[in-house]
């Protein structure tokens, strides 16, 4: 069963309008969150993340937000730049225990 | 500074061949290790796990192994390669800890024919 679902497998956004990726949990017990990006035949690399104690976290152009009575979150990326385009994972984690679970993905394309 | 090495980038082999990926971390000690796998059209799927030499986890029944010989060295074998091992191998390493991020290696492109 996928435990952490991001159900739009795309999104295409023009440059400087905001980008929101989505993503859905099911497992009650996550209580840490995060955002990577990947570039095709390179690993995913670490953007933000977010503890279920809080409802938001900003970074520079990168903000999560966390619902947890949801079990939703998202990232929104403002202004959006062409260099953004790739693929989104989030990924969700129990704290103490040592590994994530990852979403399938969504695939970003800003244009010019 | 850290870093992750993972090798070969890409891997062709044939059916029932054996597999061995390794993957080396440098600038940190007693790391956690895990082996992902992105099949294609799908998200990333934990195979393996390690917190210490010799400790491994294995999240998905399936014909392949792993081992931890060194502190800082994490290898995915198989004794005999099947179609569906095609796919998109992610080794990371994270520091101890109650959920730190995953730092990802560039990943082995394996394709099996």
């Known amino acids: 069963d996928q435990q952490v679902k991001q159900n739009s497998p795309s999104l295409s956004v023009q440059e400087g309008r905001i980008s929101i990726l989505n993503c859905d949990y099911t497992n009650s017990m996550f209580d840490y969150f995060l955002w990577y990006k990947k570039y095709p035949a390179e690993g995913p690399t670490f953007l933000i993340s977010i503890s279920s104690i809080k409802d938001k976290n900003e970074d520079g152009r990168f903000t999560v937000f966390l619902n947890k009575s949801a079990k939703h979150l998202s990232l929104h990326i403002v202004p959006s730049q062409p260099g953004d385009s790739a693929v989104y994972f989030c990924a969700a984690s129990i704290t103490g225990f040592q590994k994530l679970v990852f979403g399938t993905g969504t695939r970003l394309l800003v244009s010019p | 500074s850290q870093t992750i090495h993972q090798w070969p980038a890409t891997l062709v082999q044939p059916v029932g061949s054996p597999l061995s990926l390794e993957c080396t971390v440098e600038g940190t000690s007693n790391p956690n290790l895990y082996w992902y796998r992105q099949a294609a059209g799908r998200g990333l799927q934990l195979l393996f796990y390690s917190v210490g030499i010799g400790q491994i986890s294995s999240e998905v029944p399936q014909n392949l192994s792993a081992s931890r010989p060194q502190d800082r060295q994490f290898i995915l074998s198989s004794k005999k390669l099947l179609l569906s091992d095609s796919g998109f191998y992610l080794c990371?390493?994270?520091?101890?800890?109650?959920?730190?991020?995953?730092?990802f290696g560039n990943g082995t492109r394996l394709t099996v024919t």
């Open positions: 990371a390493w994270s520091a101890p800890g109650p959920v730190p991020p995953l730092h």
